[in-house]
């Protein structure tokens, strides 16, 4: 652990104050780590046609797992049930 020596002529010019001990981070500046160690990349599905955002009118959310999120237009109603059914999620309007 490392202390930080300051002059008190530092702090009345910055008008703040120091206090305590200041150690080293050691989680590499992480915000969070789930601990479970897995990453997964999941590529862009490929679609016939193309697809504006507008098009998209429904999303499938999957609690507890951000990443898992998949959008759908009205002609993928069906993939997007079977989806929502395989991994527990919920499929969600788009207004």
Known sequence: MATVRVSQDMLTRRGGSIVGPVSRRSDNGAMSD???????RQS????????QVADFTMLV???GQPAAVRVYTDDEQDEAARYASEVGGEVVPLL
Request: overall charge positive.
């Open 34 to 40: 789930d601990g479970s160690g897995l990453h997964v």
């Open 44 to 51: 862009p599905r490929k679609r016939t046609g193309e697809a």
């Open 61 to 63: 959310r999957v609690p």
